[in-house]
Structures are given as structure tokens and as C-alpha cells.
């Protein structure tokens, strides 16, 4: 694996047990290829449910499941638009670092960047 470097010799403060938990919440939700494909589905801004099904390459029943999973993770919100519900990214931070990951998989050296989370 790719080494990653550091631009600050600060350690950072230990994350509370809550935070911890959190965290696997997340990443736990995003733990399927189904449920990436919708989030990179989302980077482009709100799609409907119909659509996300085509995305995530599996039957609407399954994609239902995928969402509620997401949406309970807090990383996609709804809203429904007459007879149609669309779905929008909460956390788009996420597909930065899904692009990390790819970036380091290509053997790029990666540094860990200072930025603002996304509101």
C-alpha cells in the first residue's frame, strides 16, 4: 500500500468513543458497490429513485433497501416532487475520498490535506 504523507506533525486529538461510532456508521453504510454507485450517481447533483435503480445496477426493491440504509446514515436526504422522490448527497465529501482512494490505488502519493468539511 501507498504511503501516505503527512503535511503537519501535530498529532491529531483521539476521537471521542461517539465520534468512533459514528464513523463506522458511515462507512459501514457505504460498504456495498450498490450503495457506491448511487452515492457517485448523486455527485452530480439530486436524481429520482427510478434512475437510481439503472445506477446501482440492481432491482428497485434492492435500491429502496440501498437508500434507507444511506439515508438513515445521514449521507443522502429526500424530497418528493410530485409522484417522484429524488435523493441528493448530505456529505459529497464522500466522493473525495473515494477519489483518494482510487488515486491511491493508481500509485499516486497522496497528502493528507487541512479543508473544510462539507455543510
Do not use: W
Not at 501535530?10 to 457505504?30: G, M, Y
Not at 433497501?65 to 416532487?81: C, K, N, P, Q, Y
Not at 435523493?87 to 466522493?95: E, I
Amino acid at each position: 500500500m501507498q504511503q501516505v504523507e503527512k503535511t503537519s506533525q501535530t498529532a491529531s486529538p483521539k476521537p471521542a468513543r461517539a465520534s468512533l461510532k459514528r464513523q463506522a456508521e458511515v462507512f459501514k453504510a457505504l460498504g456495498h458497490p450498490g450503495r457506491m454507485a448511487i452515492v457517485h450517481a448523486l455527485g452530480h447533483g439530486a436524481v429520482c429513485a427510478c434512475e437510481l435503480a439503472t445506477a446501482a445496477g440492481c432491482a428497485a426493491s434492492t435500491t429502496s433497501r440501498h437508500l434507507t440504509v444511506l439515508r438513515h446514515a445521514g449521507l443522502i436526504a429526500d424530497e418528493r416532487r410530485g409522484q417522484q422522490i429524488f435523493y441528493r448527497l448530505t456529505c459529497p465529501c464522500v466522493l473525495s475520498f473515494a477519489e483518494c482512494i482510487n488515486r491511491v490505488d493508481a500509485g499516486e502519493k497522496v497528502q493528507t490535506l487541512q479543508v473544510a468539511c462539507c455543510a
